[in-house]
Protein backbone atom coordinates (compact mmCIF):
# COMPACT_ATOMS: atom_id res chain seq x y z
CA UNK A 1 0.00 0.00 0.00
CA UNK A 2 1.29 3.67 -1.07
CA UNK A 3 2.67 5.63 2.35
CA UNK A 4 -0.26 7.42 2.77
CA UNK A 5 -2.00 8.41 6.25
CA UNK A 6 -4.91 11.03 6.88
CA UNK A 7 -6.28 12.53 10.24
CA UNK A 8 -8.17 12.84 11.36
CA UNK A 9 -10.72 9.41 10.29
CA UNK A 10 -13.51 11.00 11.84
CA UNK A 11 -14.85 14.64 12.90
CA UNK A 12 -18.13 16.02 13.81
CA UNK A 13 -18.10 19.75 13.57
CA UNK A 14 -21.03 22.63 14.29
CA UNK A 15 -21.87 25.15 10.87
CA UNK A 16 -19.61 28.02 10.72
CA UNK A 17 -16.34 26.49 12.55
CA UNK A 18 -12.87 26.05 11.00
CA UNK A 19 -11.46 22.94 10.23
CA UNK A 20 -8.34 21.14 8.80
CA UNK A 21 -8.18 17.95 7.19
CA UNK A 22 -4.25 16.39 7.44
CA UNK A 23 -2.82 13.95 4.68
CA UNK A 24 0.78 12.56 5.24
CA UNK A 25 2.80 11.06 2.55
CA UNK A 26 5.99 8.75 2.94
CA UNK A 27 6.83 8.15 -0.78
CA UNK A 28 8.28 11.57 -1.81
CA UNK A 29 5.84 11.83 -4.67
CA UNK A 30 4.99 15.56 -6.53
CA UNK A 31 1.57 15.40 -6.93
CA UNK A 32 -1.30 15.57 -4.38
CA UNK A 33 -4.82 15.83 -4.42
CA UNK A 34 -7.98 16.03 -2.37
CA UNK A 35 -11.34 14.92 -3.72
CA UNK A 36 -14.59 14.58 -2.26
CA UNK A 37 -17.01 11.55 -2.26
CA UNK A 38 -20.53 11.87 -2.41
CA UNK A 39 -23.11 9.42 -3.51
CA UNK A 40 -24.82 9.92 -6.62
CA UNK A 41 -21.76 12.45 -7.45
CA UNK A 42 -18.96 10.06 -7.13
CA UNK A 43 -15.11 11.04 -6.84
CA UNK A 44 -14.53 15.13 -7.11
CA UNK A 45 -11.30 16.98 -7.28
CA UNK A 46 -11.22 20.16 -4.59
CA UNK A 47 -7.98 20.83 -4.87
CA UNK A 48 -4.31 19.44 -5.94
CA UNK A 49 -0.65 20.33 -5.36
CA UNK A 50 2.32 20.04 -7.72
CA UNK A 51 5.38 20.89 -5.65
CA UNK A 52 5.89 22.71 -2.60
CA UNK A 53 3.45 25.92 -2.30
CA UNK A 54 2.67 25.09 -5.84
CA UNK A 55 -1.52 24.18 -5.53
CA UNK A 56 -4.48 25.10 -7.91
CA UNK A 57 -8.55 24.53 -7.44
CA UNK A 58 -10.27 21.39 -9.16
CA UNK A 59 -13.97 21.10 -10.02
CA UNK A 60 -15.51 21.80 -6.74
CA UNK A 61 -13.39 24.53 -5.09
CA UNK A 62 -15.15 26.63 -3.09
CA UNK A 63 -15.33 26.90 0.57
CA UNK A 64 -12.12 24.98 0.51
CA UNK A 65 -7.92 25.93 0.56
CA UNK A 66 -5.67 24.02 0.75
CA UNK A 67 -1.79 24.42 1.66
CA UNK A 68 1.44 22.18 1.15
CA UNK A 69 4.64 23.73 3.36
CA UNK A 70 6.28 20.82 2.44
CA UNK A 71 6.39 17.88 0.37
CA UNK A 72 5.00 15.21 3.04
CA UNK A 73 2.07 17.11 3.86
CA UNK A 74 -1.14 18.45 2.07
CA UNK A 75 -3.66 20.41 4.51
CA UNK A 76 -7.13 20.88 3.02
CA UNK A 77 -8.97 23.84 5.27
CA UNK A 78 -12.98 24.67 5.68
CA UNK A 79 -12.50 27.85 6.65
CA UNK A 80 -16.47 27.99 7.75
CA UNK A 81 -17.80 24.47 7.25
CA UNK A 82 -21.65 24.29 6.00
CA UNK A 83 -23.83 21.00 6.04
CA UNK A 84 -23.30 21.03 2.34
CA UNK A 85 -19.55 20.11 3.62
CA UNK A 86 -20.42 16.41 5.11
CA UNK A 87 -18.42 13.90 2.58
CA UNK A 88 -15.82 11.61 2.57
CA UNK A 89 -12.42 13.12 1.70
CA UNK A 90 -10.10 11.67 -0.03
CA UNK A 91 -6.06 12.45 -0.10
CA UNK A 92 -4.47 11.26 -3.02
CA UNK A 93 -1.06 10.90 -4.65
CA UNK A 94 0.96 10.30 -8.10
CA UNK A 95 4.92 10.56 -8.95
CA UNK A 96 3.97 11.30 -12.72
CA UNK A 97 0.58 12.96 -12.60
CA UNK A 98 -1.08 9.53 -14.25
CA UNK A 99 -2.22 6.84 -11.96
CA UNK A 100 -3.04 8.03 -8.29
CA UNK A 101 -3.12 6.27 -5.18
CA UNK A 102 -5.73 7.23 -2.31
CA UNK A 103 -5.70 7.21 1.49
CA UNK A 104 -8.09 5.56 3.79
CA UNK A 105 -10.43 8.77 3.88
CA UNK A 106 -11.82 11.53 6.42
CA UNK A 107 -15.56 11.20 7.32
CA UNK A 108 -16.90 14.36 8.25
CA UNK A 109 -20.07 15.21 9.70
CA UNK A 110 -20.94 19.06 9.90
CA UNK A 111 -24.18 19.70 12.08
CA UNK B 1 -15.98 18.08 -21.74
CA UNK B 2 -15.33 16.03 -19.25
CA UNK B 3 -17.60 13.22 -18.47
CA UNK B 4 -17.57 9.35 -17.63
CA UNK B 5 -21.02 7.45 -18.14
CA UNK B 6 -20.93 4.00 -15.69
CA UNK B 7 -24.10 2.03 -14.32
CA UNK B 8 -24.14 1.78 -11.39
CA UNK B 9 -25.85 -0.70 -10.54
CA UNK B 10 -26.53 -3.40 -8.47
CA UNK B 11 -25.10 -6.14 -10.62
CA UNK B 12 -25.68 -9.59 -8.50
CA UNK B 13 -23.94 -12.35 -9.86
CA UNK B 14 -22.92 -16.02 -8.48
CA UNK B 15 -19.95 -17.14 -7.53
CA UNK B 16 -17.63 -17.98 -9.96
CA UNK B 17 -18.97 -16.26 -13.10
CA UNK B 18 -17.15 -14.01 -15.31
CA UNK B 19 -17.96 -10.37 -14.42
CA UNK B 20 -17.84 -7.45 -17.07
CA UNK B 21 -17.82 -3.46 -15.84
CA UNK B 22 -17.62 -1.02 -18.49
CA UNK B 23 -17.66 2.69 -19.15
CA UNK B 24 -17.91 5.17 -21.58
CA UNK B 25 -16.73 8.66 -22.09
CA UNK B 26 -16.53 11.27 -24.23
CA UNK B 27 -13.76 13.12 -24.64
CA UNK B 28 -11.33 11.89 -26.78
CA UNK B 29 -8.22 13.33 -25.10
CA UNK B 30 -8.26 10.65 -22.92
CA UNK B 31 -5.09 8.28 -22.91
CA UNK B 32 -4.86 6.63 -19.62
CA UNK B 33 -7.36 4.38 -18.15
CA UNK B 34 -7.52 3.05 -14.47
CA UNK B 35 -9.78 0.71 -12.56
CA UNK B 36 -10.35 1.38 -9.14
CA UNK B 37 -12.23 -1.27 -6.42
CA UNK B 38 -13.32 0.44 -3.16
CA UNK B 39 -14.51 -1.85 -0.60
CA UNK B 40 -17.21 -0.60 2.00
CA UNK B 41 -16.00 2.54 4.29
CA UNK B 42 -12.09 2.30 2.49
CA UNK B 43 -10.00 4.20 0.27
CA UNK B 44 -10.19 3.24 -3.80
CA UNK B 45 -7.32 1.05 -4.51
CA UNK B 46 -5.66 0.61 -7.94
CA UNK B 47 -6.44 -2.42 -9.43
CA UNK B 48 -5.84 -2.05 -13.44
CA UNK B 49 -3.85 0.93 -15.30
CA UNK B 50 -3.29 1.01 -19.35
CA UNK B 51 -2.27 3.53 -21.88
CA UNK B 52 -4.21 4.08 -24.77
CA UNK B 53 -5.92 1.10 -26.64
CA UNK B 54 -5.88 -2.67 -25.87
CA UNK B 55 -5.55 -5.28 -23.59
CA UNK B 56 -3.84 -5.70 -20.28
CA UNK B 57 -4.42 -8.87 -17.88
CA UNK B 58 -3.04 -9.45 -14.54
CA UNK B 59 -4.15 -12.79 -13.00
CA UNK B 60 -7.71 -13.25 -13.23
CA UNK B 61 -8.40 -9.58 -14.55
CA UNK B 62 -8.79 -7.70 -17.98
CA UNK B 63 -8.85 -4.62 -18.65
CA UNK B 64 -9.70 -3.51 -22.34
CA UNK B 65 -9.91 -0.31 -23.89
CA UNK B 66 -11.24 1.21 -27.12
CA UNK B 67 -11.08 3.77 -27.93
CA UNK B 68 -12.77 4.08 -30.86
CA UNK B 69 -15.76 3.33 -30.00
CA UNK B 70 -14.68 5.23 -26.18
CA UNK B 71 -15.75 2.12 -24.00
CA UNK B 72 -13.79 0.72 -21.70
CA UNK B 73 -14.23 -2.73 -19.89
CA UNK B 74 -12.79 -4.58 -16.92
CA UNK B 75 -13.52 -8.49 -16.98
CA UNK B 76 -13.30 -10.58 -13.44
CA UNK B 77 -12.64 -14.25 -14.46
CA UNK B 78 -13.69 -17.08 -11.65
CA UNK B 79 -15.25 -14.31 -9.28
CA UNK B 80 -15.03 -14.90 -5.98
CA UNK B 81 -16.88 -13.15 -2.55
CA UNK B 82 -14.21 -11.23 -1.76
CA UNK B 83 -14.45 -9.37 -4.84
CA UNK B 84 -17.62 -7.84 -3.94
CA UNK B 85 -17.37 -3.91 -4.33
CA UNK B 86 -17.53 -0.96 -5.79
CA UNK B 87 -15.09 -0.60 -9.45
CA UNK B 88 -14.60 2.93 -10.51
CA UNK B 89 -13.71 3.56 -13.70
CA UNK B 90 -10.92 6.90 -14.03
CA UNK B 91 -9.04 8.46 -16.68
CA UNK B 92 -7.05 11.19 -17.68
CA UNK B 93 -5.34 12.90 -20.42
CA UNK B 94 -1.65 12.96 -21.07
CA UNK B 95 -0.19 15.52 -18.17
CA UNK B 96 -3.68 15.83 -17.36
CA UNK B 97 -3.89 14.20 -14.66
CA UNK B 98 -1.84 16.77 -12.94
CA UNK B 99 -5.16 18.18 -12.57
CA UNK B 100 -7.21 14.87 -11.15
CA UNK B 101 -8.43 12.18 -12.87
CA UNK B 102 -12.26 11.96 -14.40
CA UNK B 103 -13.89 8.88 -12.36
CA UNK B 104 -17.05 7.43 -13.13
CA UNK B 105 -19.64 7.06 -10.38
CA UNK B 106 -19.05 3.87 -9.53
CA UNK B 107 -20.72 -0.06 -10.18
CA UNK B 108 -21.79 -1.78 -6.84
CA UNK B 109 -20.52 -5.38 -7.28
CA UNK B 110 -22.00 -8.65 -5.27
CA UNK B 111 -20.68 -11.64 -5.90
CA UNK B 112 -23.03 -14.40 -4.63
CA UNK B 113 -21.44 -17.63 -2.55
Known amino acids: DAGITQSPRHKVTETGTPVTLRCHQT?????MYWYRQDPGHGLRLIHY???????DKGEVSDGYSVSRSKTEDFLLTLESATSSQTSVYFC??????????FGPGTRLLVL | QKEVEQDPGPLSVPEGAIVSLNCTYS??????FMWYRQYSRKGPELLMY????GNKEDGRFTAQVDKSSKYISLFIRDSQPSDSATYLC?????????????FGKGTHLIIQP
Open chain 1, 92 to 101: AISALAETQY
Open chain 1, 27 to 31: ENHRY
Open chain 1, 49 to 55: SYGVKDT
Open chain 2, 27 to 32: NSAFQY
Open chain 2, 50 to 53: TYSS
Open chain 2, 90 to 102: AMSTPGGGADGLT
